[in-house]
């Protein structure tokens, strides 16, 4: 790379840098529940050796129902003993993982078109789009599986016509790839055997060659077949956000039977798969980032659309690169498979990795239009006008990003579950005990989970005392520890009890009845609305 691209390339790195650093201990404004019970359970691994259940070094989390995987837990757990105990220790791992990707892409498309000038490009749409800075800035777990999965790549092109030796990385990397999200379990083996399959010609070795790397690959892959084979948590979150959940699907499912079944379900899923690419939700309102329904944003700025259209065209057009296109478009379409497999209409985190392909096709058909354009009496005015237009496009993002998100959607990211733990810590030695129901929501009920993580490491609890004393209870939703206990509030029971302190929203306690004197707390979202009180008995 000479010494300008090297320049432009630093230029890009530091960008995507800022914006994923830039004010991370305080946007997002609040640690959402898999924020926060990754975070306590990676101190409890670092602390004990055990999650916050006791569990001795698990291979899936429990966590709060959802069985998460392993890999960003424990990654979180070595921030922790080297960084100590901080807010963005959690996303500390994200972050890093979310810069790295941007240099990964300019090699992954360096090697996909021998063009480093492209590759650019591909990299300056990674490192300004939406999606890759909000799952970044988000602790998301998504973006580690992407880096490893675009260097496994990386040496899969080296591979071809020079040695096996390439291959046993490509093991290595894809293999970690797989332990860091659950549907990379499936599709990351898939993408690779697409590559295999596209450039089978252009391998120098014999295929008796490709024998050591597939056992390296078989052997680090072993513990996470058993994982799925042996641990029933793994087939339960498999079945409870598999496709079959959906609402719809099943009312019509319920006037259907025999082969008629399974056709009914085979047409839901190909037409949940098309909508995935609806250019509405690519680059208008697929983050759901705010309220205002088409002043949202989208996982791709609005501006690449055109050249997005281009890139796909600069890949048809090119004999030469045939191989290259039909590798990029098996990847998006592979990648686009978890959102279409499950039950939600549009899961833009479980497809981040078809976002990082586009960005590249994106990159690629910039790159052309430039090429085309550059000798032009017009290059200059179409230059102002694709930078203005992509500034506001970046400014408008980033708006939506640092104010509206904060404003509109602070309930989705539990807001105020720190402040309320905080008090209730707070007051502990002033009540026999604390009862805390997290039923909340501005317009609609919903349970606010992991409620007694956010207690934990808010009042700083050790996990190893955590671990002795947490129990389940016998009332509605009930958990406990130390003077805490989460699950319903019963008012008509529950007005009863003496030296108590009761935190619940306006859903759970019937505000208007209480007198004033008793509310000594309001807790609200961060629009100012009432979500919690603190009531005392």
Wanted: positive net charge.
């Amino acid at each position: 790379m000479k010494i300008t691209k090297f320049w432009i390339f630093l230029a890009i790195l530091i960008l995507g840098i800022f914006l994923r650093v830039w004010e991370l201990n305080k946007y997002p404004v609040h640690f959402g529940h898999d924020e926060i019970t990754q975070l306590y359970d990676a101190i409890s691994i670092a602390q004990t050796g055990r999650d916050i259940y006791g569990n001795f070094l698990p291979t899936i989390f429990p966590s709060i129902g959802d069985f998460k995987p392993p890999f960003y837990t424990y990654a979180t757990a070595l921030v922790y003993l080297l960084a100590g105990n901080h807010e963005w220790t959690i996303r500390v791992v994200g972050v890093v993982f979310g810069i790295l990707i941007i240099p990964a892409v300019f090699w992954f498309t360096k090697s996909l078109t021998k063009n480093s000038r492209l590759a650019l490009w591909a990299s300056f749409f990674t490192a300004i789009s939406p999606a890759e800075i909000f799952f970044s800035r988000k602790s998301f777990e998504n973006g580690i599986g992407i880096f490893f999965t675009l260097i496994a790549f990386v040496c899969l092109f080296n591979s071809l016509g020079k040695g096996k030796r390439w291959l046993y990385l490509v093991a290595l990397f894809s293999a970690l790839g797989m332990y860091t999200y659950f549907s990379h379990v499936i599709i990351i083996p898939l993408m690779v055997a697409v590559f295999i399959l596209i450039f089978r010609k252009q391998f120098s070795f014999k295929p008796k060659e490709l024998l050591p790397p597939l056992l390296l690959w078989i052997f680090l892959i072993v513990p996470l077949v058993l994982i799925f084979l042996i641990n029933p948590g793994s087939r339960y979150r498999s079945q409870t956000v598999f496709i079959t959940q959906d609402i719809n699907l099943g009312k019509q499912l319920e006037f259907v039977n025999g082969p008629l079944y399974f056709k009914v379900i085979g047409d839901f899923i190909f037409n949940r798969y098309l909508n995935q690419f609806d250019p509405t939700y690519l680059f208008v309102n697929g983050l759901n980032l705010t309220n205002q329904g088409p002043l949202n944003i989208g996982p791709l700025l609005f501006v690449q659309l055109p050249f997005l259209s281009l890139g796909v065209l600069f890949f048809i057009q090119r004999p030469f690169l045939r191989k290259e296109g039909k590798l990029i478009a098996s990847l998006i379409a592979l990648g686009t498979l978890p959102s279409g497999l499950t039950f939600e209409p549009y899961s833009p985190h479980r497809i981040v990795i078809a976002f990082t392909f586009l960005n590249i096709v994106t990159g690629v058909g910039s790159y052309w239009f430039w090429q085309k354009l550059k000798d032009s009496r017009s290059f200059k005015l179409a230059s102002i006008i694709f930078l203005v237009l992509l500034t506001c496009n970046v400014i408008y993002f980033l708006h939506v990003y640092f104010v509206n998100y904060p404003f509109e959607k602070s309930q989705y990211l539990q807001y105020p579950f720190k402040q309320v733990s905080e008090f209730a810590w707070s007051k502990s030695n002033d009540f026999d005990q604390i009862v805390l129901d997290p039923l909340f929501g501005e317009d609609a009920p919903r349970i606010g989970v992991g409620a007694h993580y956010y207690l934990a490491y808010f009042g700083n609890y050790p996990p190893s005392k955590f671990q002795k004393e947490y129990k389940i209870g016998d009332k509605d939703r009930e958990l406990s520890f130390e003077k805490f206990s989460i699950r319903k509030i019963e008012w008509g029971k529950d007005y009863n009890l003496k030296n108590t302190l009761l935190i619940g929203s306006p859903w759970s306690l019937p505000i208007q009845d209480i007198e004033k004197d008793k509310i000594i707390r309001v807790f609200y979202f961060y629009n100012k609305r009432p979500a919690f009180y603190g009531v005392k008995l």
